[in-house]
């Protein structure tokens, strides 16, 4: 699906290496806090047998604000040296300031990511205004020796990417997309951007529509424990079937909600335990479930047939 | 499209009087802020001669609260007396407390309203727990002379109806859908909800996306003033036309955004003025559209073809 | 204390009639929610025996956007009936529309009220700018028979006053003063405001630093239910002692924690009952305590000392 | 003025450490955004012969959040080596994890810090419960080097630390204190807190009120650029002086309304460069002002007194 156009040969490229599905990927923890990096790589071998598209690492779902740089430089290291080939690999790159941002930019490049991926500052969120913001991203973009996605999350920013912000900034030839977890503004961003701009959906929640709106795919946070159903629904979606479509669409948002939306990432951790994967304990102070929300959350996967006893 | 469930006669009924498009009415005003009944009837005279499924006055596009509840019940007359007995009426009757809710739909039944539309209370947000507001849409329900629907704004009341709550009251025979205006919410809803519920879509924004995923209808702004391309983008949504729908949907919402999204109510009155019916003023303290702003949002509408020189 | 000024002799006139404590009546029901005006005058009755200054009637305290606009002047009748001669009524009188809030203005004044109170009006909040809210102010003061108060509570209307606002308002002879809710701005208003203009605390929780700061009085919840430690901590703080004020302040926050903090009018209903006074239960959807709740409430307000067994 | 209470000596050392007027250092860049000890220095001469209680580095003036972790230290160690002997020096080691703030209290008590300031985790926010927050704050005390201050500013994350909170951790032997930028919940921080717990304003609009509830001293913008006014306010405070300090306290509030309440840092910038200090440009996405805005915010501190021709 999506707009049918004209692409230059580079940002045909790009389109191809960001359509498909995303793990935003965990970062795994003892319960010391201290990061297990052979449990990371485990992880991602099982995923590169997958459908996914690629990665995205350091991210709201990798806790990466909630590491030093140095951490998150390892980290992105060993998933650099363990993804599959054909996998791209999206890092969050996305500081206070500017500076910082373009600093981790030539990290994250030298250590080897595709994409650096850039959250709104949101420390002094009353002054980031639409010419605040593009002078940022397109100022990460020149100096970035990797091309850079925007990260639109109001939910924990507190910003919301204008549309005037997405129509300035996507014409640039290293702001290649967006990443967009916002509540119902996918559209908007498609209606604004240069055609040629990638949007995924953020959440499982909305991918279907958002496919079928023009979304070249998804970052879901599901995939890290159950990738197959995320790559199946949006085979589903780029084939335009809308009653298939519907229907898994409202049954992975059943689990997503069980999931994602009631723990946030302590229960994308704990699904990826009943996934065959290790997710393992938060760092504090974000809590990990209790044994007791551990027990229900597996029980109602069941009861909705997501997992086998 | 839409879930293909065996209903009740009696759901049936309700589900084929509120499937297509709803104009939220507008109440038009001089410049003093005083009623225009005569400029309301002939606004309806016109949107008769449309395939609108129907009215929802006494709404937000409305002011409803912005009038005494002698000045609502002289509105929902003219409403009833003018419009054509094709065309199904919703009338705002949700108040701060129960009590007056009730009376309310007592007194826009006996003036012949079809349903009553039930905002959420939220003069006491922080109270109107699930459980508070359960009692409240089941208490109204049951003591309305006529069926109701829930009217979900977050962006007025600062209230999300959370998907227990539509869970629990769904069912109810007297409670028989929602207008959701939230953004991004609705797929949950139809999720959530007993299969006889009829969502409507409260903005041009999804409209499109809704009807794919199940929604009977849209309640839009933009109806007011063009009612024809609503009518269109709902036909083609109930058809499954993926791609007629998409470029329909995108240019709705490039309207939509220019007209209600910039200025709300007064942009929807600048509009009907365009489109050939009566917008006039909004009344004090909201203020209408300058004439500056008038003419620019014409230059844009032209821009974008909607409107002809 | 307060600033040192020569006042208009009307000024000086309001400056009198608003200077101390007022309780913000609650308004009371019987479990079907009916009004019982029998319980709000014997309330009244005992009120009238206290150093208070003055009523509120159809406030926050009083769920006035929970009554219809007739009960609304019921209750207002049977306090201007039941006053006595000395107290100050302030009527609740603000409407979502300048057009209702001047009509409410005039029935007020009609029964006796001697200021009417004008919450800002907040359905369309995004709209609500500088300039809207001072044409609002200054027109219903232009058109009412009795001079008004502003009334600035952003915990439940998303809108907090400005500064500019204020400054502006506040030299008009007909707008005396204002009622602020808000957290922390109330010296703002001082040195904004023209040195006429009557400050009201709208909370127990910091009203000795605001009449220390300037404020004339203060509009607090708990004195509907204990009037005299209130009136007590009016006398200290004009009088400057800071020893004595800052204990009592920190005592009468201590309760007001309890009562309205945790429960709002719920709880002062609560306390009204434990304090002699007829409380009952709040209009639904607006719940009551439950009984443990309430017994609990008792135990709390017995352990500091502020009920006996 | 404050409590008379006995406390250990331990916490009477603290006490006496953290009484008076602390200026939240903002940290000198040239226009690229590198960071200029030099001038860092030279400011820190300055305010070294003024009676200031001491520096807090590395805080939300300090543009600490835009700054890498190595930076941070490296202005953590200028001002050690430039801060004379007599001043306390409070250092921002709040991160968003517990790990990663243990670390940096660590290495801010290596480099000669004498406190740490924790800001509330903020990413996770809907996460941090009083029991994560708690624990956040126990555990960085119990594992830091040095005592540790919390700081409260919901304007910047979202999180107003409820009372509970500080109720439980103010016994702790090396949490000594909290930084409160909150509007208006000073006072019910007094209230809940262990006796030995030291209260900070974090803003000069509130300062005075705040001293005459029990507060300690304060933290202010201002003191950055005008260090000697701020103190003149505290020894009036302390003296419990009324007349007087009202008269400064609205004076204080007019100026830091123009600088911090309207442009934040960059304000405070302008006002050093005003004062004879070096202020310069804030580092991007954040924008200093633009030269209109600086003009017209020198006329407007003369044209108040606070500035000489």
Not at 27 to 42: C, H, R, W, Y
Not at 108 to 117: F, L, P, V, W
Not at 290 to 309: N, S
């Amino acid at each position: 699906m999506g707009k049918r156009i004209q692409l230059t040969q580079e940002k045909a490229v790009h389109r191809e290496r960001l359509s498909g599905v995303f793990a935003p990927l965990t970062t795994p923890f003892d319960e010391q806090g201290n990061i297990l990096l052979g449990k990371m790589a485990s992880n991602i071998q099982k995923l590169n047998g997958s459908r996914l598209r690629g990665y995205l690492v350091l991210g709201t779902n990798g806790e990466f604000r909630s590491l030093s740089t140095s951490e998150q430089m390892e980290v992105l290291k060993a998933v650099v040296k363990t993804a599959s080939p054909d996998k791209t690999i999206m890092a969050g790159t996305g500081a206070e300031s500017t500076k910082v941002s373009i600093d981790l930019c030539h990290q994250a490049a030298d250590i080897g990511a595709h994409y650096g991926s850039l959250i709104t500052p949101f420390f002094f969120a009353k002054n980031m205004s639409d010419h605040a913001l593009i002078n940022h991203f397109v100022q990460v973009a020149e100096k970035s020796p990797i091309p850079v996605l925007l990260y639109n999350n109001p939910g924990v920013t507190g910003i919301t990417i204008s549309t005037t912000v997405v129509k300035e900034v996507s014409s640039h030839p290293k702001i290649v997309g967006m990443k967009d977890s916002s509540p119902g503004n996918l559209s908007a961003y498609i209606l604004s951007a240069n055609p040629g701009f990638c949007l995924l959906a953020g959440s499982a929640n909305f991918f279907f529509t958002a496919l079928l709106m023009g979304a070249v795919g998804g970052v879901l946070s599901l995939a890290n424990a159950f990738p197959e159903p995320c790559c199946k629904l949006y085979e589903i979606g780029v084939g335009g079937k809308l009653e298939e479509g519907r229907e898994l669409q409202f049954y992975l948002m059943k689990v997503n909600q069980l999931v994602s939306g009631k723990f946030g990432v302590a229960g994308v951790k704990a699904a990826m335990d009943f996934g065959g994967f290790y997710g393992g304990p938060t760092r504090a102070p974000l809590a990990p479930l209790t044994a007791d929300e551990k027990k229900k959350l597996r029980e109602e996967l069941m009861a909705v047939g997501f997992l086998k006893g």
